[in-house]
């Protein structure tokens, strides 16, 4: 009995350690993506996004730390950090709002390098290109509860990145990153340039 109850406890604890390094690695894998990612100048990309209550979509996108700009054929969305601005070609509205961290998500592929870093168990697996990094939400008042992040072996950049949101999943596509300095004016809705565009403020 005695040494039955050895074994398990062995066990119990070659699991824990096993888990421990896989977590270790999710992260040392998020860090150094994060890195390249977060780059302080910025970056650009293409994306389509398709999935959850969203037609599909696809444009670009540029980033500098939370702070992003997207381009697609239905309009454009500039975010600074704090205000969000979307134009909608269509209407010709400017929507102005203050995006929770879901939102946020959902239009910048990129939101992971912030999220991962508090309120998400993490883990890892592995194919012969890729890394799958898997966020689960540790807390019930994250609106995103599952983040599965693939990103490539050999640049450690994100290809795709999944997002589970009231039972339905979302899928971020990401092309064609290009790292660049990048004015923080760019992630401030330029007035001027729409003179005749009905502002809408919903904050």
Do not use: C
Request: charged share 20%; aromatic share 10%; net charge positive.
């Amino acid at each position: 009995m005695t040494r039955k109850i050895f074994i398990m406890a062995w066990l119990m604890f070659l699991a824990m350690a096993l888990h421990a390094q896989n977590l270790a690695r999710a992260k040392q894998i998020l860090d150094k993506t994060s890195s390249i990612v977060g780059r302080r100048g910025g970056a650009s990309a293409n994306f389509s996004i398709q999935g959850g209550n969203y037609e599909p979509v696809s444009g670009t996108i540029a980033i500098k730390g939370r702070k992003f700009y997207a381009q697609t054929p239905k309009g454009a969305t500039w975010f600074n950090g704090k205000t969000q601005w979307t134009y909608l070609s269509k209407s010709g509205e400017v929507n102005v709002s203050n995006p929770d961290q879901s939102t946020q998500a959902r239009m910048n592929p990129y939101q992971f390098i912030t999220l991962y870093k508090q309120g998400y168990a993490l883990g890892v697996s592995e194919s012969s290109d890729n890394y799958l990094v898997t966020m689960k939400a540790t807390t019930t008042k994250s609106n995103i509860r599952e983040i599965q992040v693939t990103i490539d072996k050999a640049s450690y950049l994100p290809k795709q990145v999944k997002m589970l949101q009231k039972g339905k999943w979302t899928t971020i596509r990401i092309s064609n990153f290009k790292a660049k300095n990048l004015s923080d004016r760019l992630f401030n809705f330029p007035a001027k340039d729409y003179p005749k565009a009905e502002i809408i403020d919903l904050r």
